[in-house]
């Protein structure tokens, strides 16, 4: 049967094939692609001021991160505490490179996609070592070595003449066809580098879980031992999830660097690896539509939450900073909420949205 | 030489409060496979109420250790209540996610009060001049602290070795099935361990902020170096975390007396541990008193 792929009522898969589609139907599609003509033309049409804009591109940068967090936490099923030291692996990839041979040298501003492929690839080698004890050990461990890996990360950003011991080292404008990308123009820039980058970064990850690669990380997940009678090496599997996810964060990091031009230690400590992890719990552990509605919902709390201390700060003496108090504790309550009430994050109420109009006019 | 054995005096101070510190954590995680991330968090709590019952309320420092012991006691059974008890069943990883979650929402809460932002120190109520005996001295408040921990590992070790409470915690440690069917309340065992760790991370907090003074950052620290620790010593073995404290507050002490300033390192001390939890989970992850699980990746 030939089902109707534009106003399908229900899943009528009679292959393995239309299953594994990317868009389950055409009607998914035409949304898909009408969305993301809105994300690319709305500048055209509309101007925000920056600092609202360097949130938005914050978020992007936060979705490239968690496109990472989730494959290694959400999909393979291990905790990573230490995101927040891959994206300053990839970020302080740049910085040295800015180090070494200046902050305005060709390289960094003329060869800033490359800069940012050649992070990511740093990350996945931080990544493959720091996943190294997942050949032997359960996720309970790996807690640990995420742990100590942002430990022994922030020591030596702070201890390291090399890095500036974690004030801000500063990274050049960069070059487009058009010339230099001045003051004016550089949010929006880095708007549309970042939007392409996550589309890209979002494609590859679908496709990567309709293949074997991708789809033996959930099966590790599920259970490693029938993943391991299937012939698939759970230990490679999960270090090769570190590798990836590593990936993701370098690209996240280098794309941080570039857009705040500088690197600083503040935006990758431990607080910010908890943050990571938040933002996939909100959006949906092991969604892949949670990996860009964590970041989003977890960025616009942290604005509210700004506004709020900034609105309370008239009230209160001035000694006291209630945003550095307000903020871990809103993170913290998101968390556990979200777990002991939605586990599966927004992303369940996304796919609940969507089986409902789906199903429409019909009910369960 | 005296540099060396003054090392070692320093080593086992810091390390005996390591051990207090790691006690905590591996209570939990022995009875209900539990990794505390917010244990450093429980710690620093256990030793802001002691300040502020010594200090604002003004009792004298020895009852108020006691109370704040009592009152990390309860609270820390009252989170097992709120928040780990509905999760009893659901997958390790959001148990330990909740953790996080809790120590993010305990910092927040720490950064509300005057503690999260400024230092304090407590009063102090012992003679201030060191001993010093060969030239290796030690100050009162350490060697009272080293005592106090070592009393109350000694009262740990024998609650769990000869009580009925302590018996039925290690008996869901071994099998919850098992100690179900002879009318042991799981739950009940889960929140008293919770409850127990509470008590022992006021009582390190307690000592850590006579010595150190209470500084949040150094406080909450104390829950992360617990990691290297407990790993050395075997993740469920509570002999393990003393003997491994010790261990640990040893390497530190040397690596910062005789690594630093050679070879243009310093500050080793901090990642040092880190360095052999890394390497320790990859060669011998059963640490030195763990049991050896037979699942495998």
Redesign the interface.
């Known amino acids: 049967m030939s089902a109707n792929r534009w106003l399908a009522t229900g899943n009528y898969f009679t292959t393995y094939q239309e299953e594994q589609r990317i868009f389950a139907t055409s009607l998914d599609r035409l949304f898909c692609a009408c969305f993301l003509a809105m994300l690319f033309l709305w500048p055209f049409f509309y101007e925000f001021d920056s600092k609202y804009m360097l949130v938005i591109d914050n978020i992007l940068v936060a979705v490239i991160a968690i496109l990472g967090l989730n494959l290694v ?1 959400g999909f393979a ?1 291990l ?1 990573s ?1 230490g995101h927040a030291a891959f994206v300053g692996v990839g970020a302080y990839t740049v910085a040295c490179v800015a180090r070494a041979i200046g902050d305005q040298h060709v390289v960094i501003t003329h060869g800033w996609p490359l800069m940012i492929l050649f992070s990511g690839f740093m990350g996945t080698i931080f990544g493959l070592i ?1 996943g ?10 790996l ?3 995420t ?3 942002q ?2 990360f922030e ?2 950003i ?2 390291m003449d090399f890095f500036n011991q974690g004030q801000t080292i500063y990274v050049g404008r960069v070059y487009w066809f058009t010339g230099e990308v001045g003051r004016k123009e550089h949010y929006l820039f880095w708007y549309y580098a970042l939007l392409v980058v996550v589309v890209v970064c979002g494609f590859a990850v679908r496709n990567l879980l309709r293949t074997r690669h991708g789809r033996c990380l959930v099966a590790v997940r599920d259970n ?1 031992r029938a993943a391991d009678a299937m012939g698939m090496h ?2 490679f599997t ?1 270090v090769y999830a570190f590798g990836l996810a590593g990936f993701f964060a370098g690209i996240a990091g280098a794309m941080h660097a570039y857009l705040y031009r500088g690197v600083g230690m503040e935006s990758f400590t ?2 910010e690896s ?1 943050q990571y ?2 933002m996939n ?1 909100v959006g949906g552990l092991g969604a892949l539509t949670g990996s860009f509605f964590g970041p989003a919902a977890i960025k616009i709390l942290d604005l509210q939450v700004e506004r709020l201390a900034e609105w309370a700060a008239a009230f209160l003496p001035s ?4 945003a ?13 909420l979200f ?2 009430f939605e ?1 599966r994050g927004i992303a369940n109420w996304w796919r609940i949205l969507r089986s409902y109009v789906k199903l429409w006019p019909f009910r369960y | 030489m005296s540099y060396f054995f003054q090392l070692v005096v320093s080593g086992i101070v810091v390390g005996s409060i390591y051990a207090l510190s790691a006690l905590g954590f591996v209570l939990i995680y022995k009875s209900s496979r539990v990794l505390n991330l917010a244990h450093g968090q429980i710690i620093a709590t256990g030793a802001f109420i002691t300040y502020g019952l010594t200090v604002w309320v003004g009792i004298p420092i020895f009852i108020s250790f006691v109370l704040s012991m009592l009152i990390t006691f309860f609270l820390a059974m009252s989170v097992e209540r709120i928040f780990l008890r509905r999760l009893i069943g659901e997958p390790i990883i959001s148990v330990i996610m909740v953790t996080i979650g809790l120590m993010s929402i305990i910092d927040g809460l720490i950064y509300l009060t005057p503690f999260g932002s400024e230092n304090f120190s407590f009063p102090a109520f012992l003679p201030e001049t060191p001993i010093i005996w060969q030239g290796v001295s030690i100050s009162y408040t350490q060697m009272v602290g080293v005592i106090i921990t070592f009393i109350l590992i000694g009262v740990f070790s024998w609650f769990f070795k000869k009580s009925t409470v302590g018996i039925s915690m290690r008996a869901v440690s071994d099998d919850q099935l098992a100690s179900m069917s002879i009318g042991v309340s799981v739950p009940r065992v889960f929140g008293l361990a919770w409850a127990t760790a509470g008590l022992s991370a006021a009582a390190a907090g307690s000592v850590i902020g006579n010595i150190t003074g209470l500084n949040f950052g150094t406080l909450h620290a104390f829950g992360i170096i617990v990691f290297p620790v407990v790993i050395l010593g075997g993740l469920d073995s509570l002999l393990g975390a003393v003997v491994a404290g010790i261990i640990m507050g040893l390497i530190q002490q040397f690596a910062s007396g005789y690594l630093d300033g050679n070879w243009g390192l310093y500050g080793t001390a901090q990642v040092l541990p880190y360095i052999i939890l890394l390497v320790l989970l990859l060669f011998k992850p059963h640490g030195l008193f763990g049991t050896h699980e037979i699942e495998r990746v």
Do not use: C, E, Q
């Open positions: 936490t099923g905790i505490v720091v190294l004890p997942a050949l032997r050990l359960k996720h309970l461990y807690v640990m070595a742990l100590s890996f430990m022994i020591w030596t702070g201890f490693d759970p230990g999960k431990l607080h908890i992890l938040a719990i000694t006291m900073n209630l550095t108090a307000l903020r871990p504790l809103s993170f913290g309550l998101v968390i556990v777990l002991m586990p």
